[in-house]
DNA sequence: CGGATTTGACCCGCGC
DNA sequence: GCGCGGGTCAAATCCG
């Protein structure tokens, strides 16, 4: 994969960062646009792939721009049902990787916590763990739980701050969320310590269809869901930014929020 | 005991 | 064609 973290535009400020609060957490977004930026973001956009946009989502065309690969042909792919026999495993692995080109939406954000894996509501099960290049944080692989749902989460310290957690989400939920926000007596010391933090889910967008995954916010800020899945071609374009204004008053209450 | 995590191996795409 | 690097698999291990 392609260095994103070099393309990447600046760590916001504070000068350009919105801020609001909830439950005594204090919350800054950098760039309001960056919440539902990714490859393709065919979620959450009613209709689709951009069209039937509410008025206010002026968003820049590469919001809406399809991945490399057809992102219908995977919608319908990965029933990742995992054949128990050992001879054919190899045919099937190679069969899956042919899949692999074809790519769900993305979504990604960035979180300053402490917590690597942040509370989403959603149940994720570790499959692998990958040191990367120019990096020396591992990046986790997580996949939902849920049967039916081949989403996929990539979880990675930004190695420019450690402080950040850089989370990125692929595919779509078909189901709502199974955790309960409070917490669970036989969760893991992490786990309750991510459940108890005062949590506050961003605002829902105007989204017709299933809502985008909300990252659930932890008493670190979040820097920002700040940046798309770049692809050699997202890179060499230059995104019109927004009026995160706009955009703001979409996701963000006026009244929650100050700048 | 069942589900989650760890971790080394494997596969594949891509750039050179 | 080759090597690198990212993504996934699956057996082993851990944990409640």
Redesign the pocket.
């Known amino acids: ?1 392609e ?1 994103q973290e070099e393309s990447l535009p600046p760590l916001s400020d504070a000068s350009s960062s919105w801020k609001f609060s909830a439950d005594g957490a204090s919350i800054s977004i950098a760039s309001l646009h960056d919440v539902c930026v990714g490859e393709g973001l065919d979620w959450g956009l009613p209709g689709g792939t951009g069209d039937g946009l509410p008025p206010a989502f002026d968003l820049p065309s590469w919001v809406t721009e399809e991945p ?1 690969s057809s992102v219908a042909a995977a919608a319908s792919s990965s029933s ?1 049902e ?1 054949p128990g026999g ?1 001879p054919a ?2 045919a ?3 069969a ?3 899949q ?2 074809t790519r769900q939406p993305r979504f990604a954000f960035m979180t300053k916590s402490e917590i690597d894996h942040l509370e989403d509501g959603y ?12 990096s020396p944080f591992p ?5 939902c ?1 849920h049967s039916k749902c081949n989403v ?1 989460k ?1 979880v990675e310290r930004s190695s420019q701050d450690p402080s950040i957690v850089i989370t990125t989400y692929e595919g779509q939920h078909c189901h709502h969320t199974t955790v309960s926000a409070s917490p669970r007596a ?1 969760a ?2 992490s786990q309750q310590l991510a459940s108890s933090a005062p949590q506050i889910r961003l605002p829902a967008m105007q989204f017709h269809r299933n809502p985008p995954v909300l990252p659930v916010i932890h008493p670190g800020r979040v820097i920002g869901p700040r940046y798309e899945e770049r692809t ?1 071609s997202a890179v060499e374009r230059t995104s019109p930014a927004p009026t995160d204004e706009g955009l703001l008053d979409d996701v963000v209450p006026s009244g929650m929020r100050r700048r």
């Open positions: 994969m260095e490399r990742d995992r050992k495993e190899k099937n692995r190679s899956k990787r042919v692999k080109g149940r994720w099960r570790k499959y692998g763990q990958k040191v990367v290049k120019n990046r986790s692989y997580y996949r739980t996929k990539r036989d893991s010391p050699a």
